[in-house]
Structure formats: C-alpha cells, structure tokens
C-alpha cells in the first residue's frame, strides 16, 4: 500500500523579539551584527517579512497556522522552533532536535 505524505497546512511563529542570538551565532553564518540597525529595527523588519510570506503562502492555497509568539522569556530567534515535527498517515509523530538547547 503507498501511502502519501502531503499537506497544505503548516504551523508558523510570529516573532515578539526577533534579533542576533550570540548562543546561535556560534554556527549559523546567518547569524551577525553587522546590519548597523537596532534591535528594535531588527525585530520590526522580520514581523513585516514574516507577515508578507504568510499571505504569500496564503495566496498560494497553503493553509497557514499562525502563533503569536509570547513576549517573554525572549527568545530572539523564535521563528526557527528548537526543533521540527512532523504527523505521519499512521499517526506517528517525529520530532527532528535542533542545535541549541
């Protein structure tokens, strides 16, 4: 039996606190400082983007699940979850660890 392993559903976070996390940085080359802009601005620029690629996708007929992320504790780089997950056809869930702790 083939069993297909497809949705048109995805869970996203709406960051609260987006911006440079040192502990991250270690090994990501995405991570840095240099963009001379504040961490305000920062996290202002990754809410609009983060907005625009949801209604891209939402556009495109992709069901878009959307958390707001809470305020506190801050986690600076809230948009990629500590780790990924997926639901299988039978039920079995997987969940895929990340990096950082």
Known sequence: MTRK????????????????????AVNNAFQNNKAGISPKEISEKAIVEFDAFVQLLRTNGIDVKVYQDEPEPVKPDEVFPNNWVSFHE???????PMFAP
């Open 5 to 24: 392993q497809t949705t048109r559903s995805i869970l996203m976070i709406r960051p609260s606190n987006f911006g440079f996390n040192a502990e991250t």
């Open 90 to 96: 039978d039920g079995t869930v997987i969940t895929y």
